[in-house]
C-alpha cells in the first residue's frame, strides 16, 4: 500500500536549520492533505504544519509559524518541511501523514497514513 518515508532528520545547533522531506511511494491515492505532526518525549503527538493539495493553502501551528515552510515537489511525490530558527523545543520525532479525503487538517485522527518518522534534536 502506501508508504511515506521520511528523511533529513538529524542534530543541529539551536538557530539552525533542517530540511525534511517525505516521498511517497506505492499505491496512487487521493491525497485531500499532506502535513507533518512531532512528538516529543512524554508529549502527545502535535501538529506542526499541513498544506492542502488542490488549494495549497497552508497551516501553520503558532509555535511554527514564520519559522517552517511546507512545500511540495508533485513530480518527485514529495512534500518538505523548511526548518529555520531552530529551538531546543523543536526536538521531536518528526511524522509526514496524509489525509485521502476532506476533515481536519490539524488532527492527527483525520490522516490515514503516516510515515516511521526522523528525529529531529537541537541541541542549545
Known amino acids: 500500500q502506501v508508504q511515506l518515508v521520511e528523511s533529513g532528520g538529524g542534530l543541529v545547533q539551536a538557530g539552525g536549520s533542517l530540511r525534511l522531506s517525505c516521498a511517497a511511494s506505492?499505491?496512487?491515492?487521493?491525497?485531500?492533505?499532506m502535513g507533518w505532526f512531532r512528538q516529543a518525549p512524554g508529549k502527545e503527538r502535535e501538529f506542526v504544519v499541513a498544506?492542502?493539495?488542490?488549494?495549497?493553502?497552508?497551516y501553520y501551528a503558532g509555535s511554527v509559524k514564520g519559522r517552517f515552510t511546507i512545500s511540495r515537489d508533485n513530480a518527485k511525490n514529495t512534500v518538505y518541511l523548511q526548518m529555520n530558527s531552530l529551538k531546543s523545543e523543536d526536538t521531536a520525532v518528526y511524522y509526514c501523514?496524509?489525509?485521502?479525503?476532506?476533515?481536519?487538517?490539524?488532527?492527527?485522527?483525520?490522516?490515514?497514513?503516516w510515515g516511521q518518522g526522523t528525529q529531529v534534536t537541537v541541541s542549545s
Open positions: 498544506i492542502n493539495w488542490s488549494s495549497s493553502t497552508t
Open positions: 506505492g499505491r496512487t491515492f487521493t491525497v485531500y492533505a
Open positions: 501523514a496524509a489525509s485521502s479525503r476532506p476533515s481536519s487538517r490539524t488532527a492527527a485522527w483525520a490522516y490515514d497514513y
